[in-house]
């Protein structure tokens, strides 16, 4: 059964920086597609990134230039990095692996103006 476990949330002022962390177990990590959503209050879930098994990437437009997915197989660990923090970036944050379906169970970040 996969697992994963979300890391990293929290509260940064506007032009700030966090980086988010999922830790993977139970999968065969290196194989699978890999992917950061977030749903914020009142809104659907999006798709803000996504790694493929041989680290080529997809970036929501919002996010490009902004943040950058990698993954590090050894670690069975995929990161979202996000630089130039924005309100509207205020979310809950969660991992997906694509392959299983599975999902952690979110991480919150709130950006503050």
């Known amino acids: 059964q996969v697992q994963l476990v979300e890391s990293g949330g929290g509260l940064v002022q506007a032009g700030g920086s966090l980086r988010l962390s999922c830790a993977a177990s139970?999968?065969?990590?290196?194989?699978?597609?890999m992917g950061w959503y977030r749903q914020a209050p009142g809104k659907q879930r999006e798709l803000v990134a996504r790694i493929y098994s041989g680290s080529s990437t997809y970036y929501l437009d919002s996010a490009k230039g902004r943040f950058t997915i990698s993954r590090d197989n050894a670690k069975n660990t995929v990161y979202l990095q996000m630089n130039s923090l924005k309100p509207e970036d205020t979310a809950v944050y969660l991992c997906?692996?694509?392959?299983?379906?599975?999902w952690g169970q979110g991480t919150q970040v709130t950006v503050s103006s």
């Open positions: 997906q692996d694509w392959n299983s379906g599975a």
């Open positions: 139970g999968s065969t990590f290196r194989l699978n597609t």
